[in-house]
């Protein structure tokens, strides 16, 4: 028997190549393309009363300049809203080359076209811009008080104003026996990926036809982008997305203007142009995320169970918002997490700001909402003087439960419901982990050494795996081999080794004759994209549909040359049998064969397959309702999203002295329903802790009064080392298979990252005794904290 | 960003005054100035190459003086820009004569920072800045004691226009109030702009 590979540790068949760094990104291809240099806006707002370009066009080896004015049709309009909403009143999009106006220090003014890179920068150093400097809205405050505009013609520099809920909160919070408020804030990050934005194209003058590569989480979104901005007909463009070194959310933003500008510039031209993105362009031109105010009105009985809250929050989402509504969106449904309150509202302002846009980073609002629900648990804990995780128990959702209606609508425009999971089992697993029951026992002794220890946890729902459709088609080759195309990309998720694993489950194929390839709208032109931890559960769930499918045929052909019942026969190592008798059957690469018949013979196997061998000839040789080949294609499109979970916990020490923050142990329980790979789930368990850790402990987008981005390079954005990451994570696992899909899976790619804040947050506060209302926390931050608190400490005393 | 500071010169006001208001002086003394030009009432034109490093940069910058008040004060305005950035400062420049016979001079410089030197640059900015005005105030020192002054590289290919001042210059007979004020003010805010891109060009790699 075939060993079943689902649930097992194999490893990762792309790593050997990656590892030996074999890997081919965009810009190891196309050697000798022209290479462009983007000039960007200095000033965080300003308009553009003059650009003089005379100078470039006098240096040697510079092809071509582009501002606005030699933008036309299409190109010329305002960027794509991509995601449209009713409460994205309004909605703002840049130009590819900024009009007239510029709203953050990075966004695109004008592209010089040149033999090298150096040329281009060089050239572009030439240009002049006259500009009228505006004063500029930098943070969330300024963006409310509305003093000055991001936009004229957008007051108070709201985007979106979105109210949901369910019951009437705020007479659940006025009725009920104990009250709290909260004021929070979340700083901004970003996902940084270590490579950035890249994208060559390839114009064909002679068949008019365009490819582009471009590193992005979605090869069908940009191809639709091009072929509509550049008026081409979709078969004319192809787009493919070759080794992506990180996207964590950036690169599923599109279209970038130089993704646009440089197959423009390709087809004007009619030669190769390529764009790679340095890291400070990275930094002020590609998006961010995190940015939030928010304030949290609860109303709880004596056990902390959630009589009414009530959320507001107000989102920085930078200079324009052509990704819609979806980061807040996600903050305010996900903010449950595995609680019912009885009542819930949330309202949320979107706001403009003279900074670089906000579009979904790993976690994509998770974080933020997770950070306010844990946020308030712990403040709950603190107020009924209970343990917070007991808090958390009597507000869970049971698992018999399931499906839980919030009665509200998820980013995906369905209900938010949750199909399944068991969130006492997982807390009882976490606390088990991470020695919760212990902990005072140890935080005595630490305590009787000097030593200043805490304990926190943080629990969160995921709704992973959102529509509208993946699609996956699978060709069994002639020799046996098996070809898996999906559409949507990868970029380090071991997509290859994962749905190898399914297909040689479902088609009954040696694994190491799978062979998948990703993101190439050649191979499947239909697809979503690499976000929402989204992948294994949409493209996994079509590839076994496609595997089923194409099994079924195999299944039907060998039926007919081996004169057995469909129902008899099995696939075992490739090879279809009779059930239980080794040594009978025919090869599926023979089945090939024989589902494509043939005029020409090129060798033995298609010899087999020529009119004259095979085939009824009373009969056309492919049947009415048949095609050619042995394949399968079938795409998965789901009722609506399916919510993992899961719960981390962290003990922390602080440093009485310095403040510095050292992790002792770190936990995490997860529930990503039926493990495909269990190392590659764990594996996105240690990224996103480490990405978590970051954006807890250390990263910020350090923007000025001017908004200036000050800390745009990796010497002074501060990405944790090997160093800072906890040097074991303990991993549980739970398995509540979801019921929408048919492998019973559910998305794991962000659920390392989603509840840092919150964890930390919660164990720093521990260790301190100190309300811990803003994060990322810095030594220097908490040192204040503890001035700050002192300080009221004494000035209460003097008082009393 | 501020950049603040004060210097006190070894002359008195008056000897201060005088050839810090030359912009014939200031366009040798100030730290990698080439030339300024009027180009209107109380708004002039300059260039200046800050190089730190491996890195020299070409500026253009102007500049507009208000609130003038003679030998005691005066603001000025100054932005400039080139590859690695762009910068514009508001300045008061203040004058004090000491009981020894020095002259102190105070500065202080509000500063918008863009550009590269914004991302990369601007932690950098008052050590460099105290640096650059410290060469700046040495130099006019040596002009006020007529020790010599390092002269800039090569001399203007073609004779300069009226009201036009390039390095090296010989000091030109201070014509007018207005004059004197120009190069006070061009100095100034060339000291903080010369500060701000020296800044960056250290910085830049």
């Known amino acids: ?800 | 960003m501020r950049i603040a500071g004060e210097a006190t010169l070894q002359a008195p006001l008056e000897a201060v005054w005088d050839a810090l208001l030359d912009p014939a002086v200031l366009v040798r003394t100030i730290p990698g100035c080439e030339r300024l030009e009027t180009v209107g009432e109380n708004s002039y034109t300059m260039t200046v190459t800050v190089g730190v490093a491996a890195i020299r940069g070409t500026y253009a910058g102007a500049c507009t003086i208000t609130d003038l008040h003679p030998r005691e004060s005066l603001k000025l305005k100054a932005e400039g820009a080139g590859a690695p950035g762009t910068i514009a400062a508001d300045v008061d420049v203040r004058f004090s004569a000491n009981d020894d016979g020095t002259t102190t001079l105070h500065y202080d410089a509000e500063t918008v920072v863009g550009g590269m030197i914004g991302g990369v640059g601007q932690r950098m900015l008052s050590s460099v800045s105290r640096r650059l005005a410290g060469e700046f105030f040495l130099a006019i020192e040596k002009v006020l004691m007529g020790g010599p002054v390092p002269a800039a590289e090569a001399p203007a290919a073609e004779p300069p226009a009226a009201g036009v001042f390039t390095a090296p210059a010989k000091a030109a007979p201070v014509s007018s109030q207005r004059e004197f004020l120009t190069g006070v003010a061009v100095g100034a805010g060339l000291v903080a702009l010369g500060v701000a891109l020296g800044a960056v060009a250290g910085r830049r790699r």
């Open chain 1, 1 to 800: 028997m075939t060993t079943k590979l689902m649930g097992e540790k194999v490893r990762r068949v792309e790593d050997a190549r990656l590892l030996r760094g074999e890997g081919r990104y965009v810009d190891d291809l196309a050697p000798g393309a022209l290479e462009v240099a983007v000039l960007r806006s200095p000033h965080a707002h300003a308009r553009i009363k003059g650009i003089d370009v005379d100078p470039v066009l006098d240096v040697e080896g510079v092809v071509a300049v582009y501002t606005y004015d030699d933008l036309s049709g299409p190109m010329a309009e305002p960027l794509p809203l991509l995601i449209p909403h009713p409460a994205l009143t309004h909605g703002r999009t840049q130009y590819a080359l900024a009009k007239d106006e510029v709203n953050y220090a990075g966004e695109a003014v004008a592209m010089v076209v040149a033999e090298s890179r150096y040329v281009a920068e060089d050239a572009v150093a030439l240009i002049r811009v006259d500009y009228e400097v505006l004063p500029p809205v930098v943070g969330i405050d300024a963006a409310r008080r509305g003093e000055r505009l991001v936009h004229e013609d957008v007051p108070g520099n709201v985007a979106a104003r979105l109210e949901q809920g369910s019951g009437d909160a705020e007479a659940a919070i006025a009725a009920a026996p104990h009250r709290l408020s909260l004021d929070l804030t979340v700083e901004r990050s970003a996902s940084t990926p270590m490579e950035g934005r890249g994208t060559v194209a390839r114009w064909d003058p002679d068949t008019k036809r365009l490819l582009v590569w471009s590193s992005t989480q979605t090869s069908t979104g940009v191809r639709a982008a091009v072929a509509t901005k550049l008026g081409l007909g979709l078969g004319q463009v192809d787009v493919i997305t070759p080794d992506v070194g990180g996207g964590f959310g950036v690169k599923i933003m599109h279209p970038w203007p130089e993704e646009l500008l440089v197959p423009m510039a390709a087809m004007a031209l009619g030669r190769p142009v390529k764009f790679t993105e340095d890291r400070r362009e990275h930094f002020i031109s590609s998006a961010h995320e995190r940015g939030q105010v928010q304030h949290v009105d609860v109303g709880f009985d004596e056990d902390g169970r959630l009589l009414g809250l009530s959320v507001e929050f107000w989102h920085d989402n930078g200079a324009y918002t052509p990704y819609g509504l979806i980061v807040p969106i996600i903050t305010s449904t996900q903010l449950l997490g595995p609680y019912k309150p009885r009542a819930y509202k949330v309202v949320f302002e979107s706001l403009y700001t003279n900074t670089v846009i906000v579009t979904p980073y790993r976690g994509a609002g998770r974080p933020q909402g997770v950070y306010a629900m844990e946020r308030t648990m712990d403040a709950i804990a603190a107020y009924l003087g209970k343990d917070r995780t007991e808090v958390r128990s009597v507000n869970f959702i049971q698992p018999d439960e399931f499906p839980y209606d919030h009665g509200m609508t998820f980013q995906d425009g369905r209900p938010l419901i949750y199909d399944s999971g068991d969130y006492p089992a997982s807390l009882e697993k976490l606390k088990a982990l991470v020695g919760w029951d212990e902990f005072e026992s140890f935080r005595q002794e630490a305590r009787g050494e000097g030593r200043r220890v805490g304990i926190g946890l943080a629990c969160y729902v995921e709704g992973t795996g959102v529509g509208p459709y993946e699609g996956a088609h699978i060709n069994v080759e002639t020799t046996g081999k098996v070809k898996v195309a999906i559409g949507l990309t990868t970029q380090g998720q071991g997509h290859q080794t994962a749905f190898a694993q399914i297909v040689a489950d479902e088609l009954g194929v040696p694994f190491e004759d799978v062979e998948v390839t990703s993101g190439d709208t050649r191979r499947m032109p239909y697809a979503v994209g690499t976000f929402a931890s989204r992948a294994a559960v949409m493209s996994g769930s079509a590839v076994a549909l496609a595997a089923r499918q194409t099994r079924t045929k195999a299944l039907r052909i060998a039926a007919e040359a081996l004169e057995a019942a469909e129902d008899d026969l099995e696939i075992v190592d490739g090879q279809i049998r009779v059930k239980g008798a080794p040594g009978t059957g025919i090869a599926l690469g023979t089945v090939a064969v024989l589902s494509n018949p043939l005029r020409y013979a090129f060798d033995e196997a298609s010899k087999l397959a020529t009119q004259f061998v095979v085939g009824d000839p009373t009969k056309p040789p492919v049947a009415e309702d048949d095609e050619p080949g042995l394949e399968g294609k079938d795409f998965y499109s789901p009722e609506r999203s399916t919510f993992a979970n899961g719960m981390h916990a962290v003990i922390v020490e602080t440093d009485p002295e310095t403040a510095e923050i050292k992790i002792l142990k770190y936990a995490v329980v997860h529930d990503c329903g039926n493990l495909i790979n269990p190392m590659i789930v764990e594996g996105q368990i240690h990224g996103g802790v480490a990405q978590g850790v970051g954006g807890a402990l250390y990263e910020r987008m350090a923007y000025d009064a001017n908004g200036q981005l000050l800390n745009a390079s990796f010497m002074d954005f501060l990405m944790p080392y090997a160093t800072e990451v906890p040097e074991s994570i303990d991993i549980d696992h739970l398995e509540t298979p979801s019921p929408l899909n048919p492998l019973g899976l559910k998305g794991a790619g962000e659920a390392g990252v989603i509840p840092s804040a919150a964890v930390f947050a919660s164990a720093i506060e521990d260790a301190e005794g100190i309300p811990v209302r803003a994060m990322p926390i810095s030594p220097s931050e908490l040192f204040e904290l503890r001035r700050t608190h002192q300080h009221e400490a004494d000035q209460h005393e003097e008082q009393s």
